[in-house]
């Protein structure tokens, strides 16, 4: 009797054991590190400093690179501006396109920014804040550092604006929420500029303008919908788009009708950060995701008194412009600052920046931690 309990001890133990290793290789199996970490996927460029640097793609290989640190004084814009061929990795000095830089006159607390390329890549557009006052001056050059020209607008008697370069890239349009409601700008000639103040005049002539670009397409943030989780894409005639600016300006204006409206819903506790859409119509979502490992969810059933622990994540998700075959291209772990919140679980630290479209519509870059990654990005996958 005492060999058999001796022996049925042995097996309980075994078995025990056995089990408690079942469980733990399950959890680590639930838990392990989920496949597509951006930081594998992609390709590291360059070492990169948000504070002090912008980056425009003006080619799928050429990044132009603009440094952004004001001098001494905090009066004058500081730096300058090179183009980064990913080919090659060689870098090319502009320096007329530096000599004009510096001379800008910027705020204490900033400096040129919304720096963007024509569809070309042979124009550069940017803002200036005043140093005082509301005056933002927009400026367009040539990379060569030719044709430059300016112009200011109030910013503080804005209702809603949206100034940018059109297909022909020789004309920069600016549509307003207040008149004059539409300025088209010839970048070769400004004594052709011409100016808008009729919704009738301006729809023909902006048609024309985007005559290879018929439509585009609207997101609307999830946050600001009634039905909170999806992702509600609009999409309008190019004609359209100023006066659906002029009717957000203007409330009790008539919103123009979109084409097509189309729904899509995001993943399971997805919060939407950012959107962008390329010129070839692709979306890219930035989200915050909380999901919660199905191990703990389990040993919540069993046990309730067992804490429920949720990941997040910030995630990169594609889709075409119509929000069909969205899918996750990749993620990166999400921190949380030491400091809690209101319910004490930390405060989420986002990490991932200044994400952009490259000029080809198949690839994407974006800046995590001290690096600037590009990766491919193509929609249909």
Known sequence: MTMERATRRKGLRLAGCVLTFAVVAAAGWIVRPRERLLTNLAHPLIPFNVEAQQAVWVSPNQLLLLTTQPNGNFAQWQGTAEILNTSTMSRKNLAALTDLLKRQIVSPLSAPQGFDASPDGKWLRWETPPPKGTEVTESTVCLDGTNYSE?????????????????????????????????????????QDKTYTASEQAKPILAHYASREPVFASITDPAESVDNGYVEIETYRTQDRMQRIFANGLPTQSAPTPLMTRKQKLPEGATLLESKISRQQGIVYHLAVARMPSLFAWLNRLSPTFALKSTLTEELWVSRADASEMHEIGYVPVKLEAQGNAVGIGVPEYFLGDIRWLPDGKQISFVYGNSLYVMSAETGK
Do not use: K, W
Request: aromatic residues 8%.
């Open 151 to 191: 112009t200011s607008y109030d910013s503080a008697n804005e209702r809603s604006q949206e100034e940018e370069f059109f297909l022909d890239a020789r004309h920069l349009v600016r549509m307003s929420g207040r008149s004059p409601i539409m300025v088209v700008r010839d970048l070769l000639d400004p004594s």
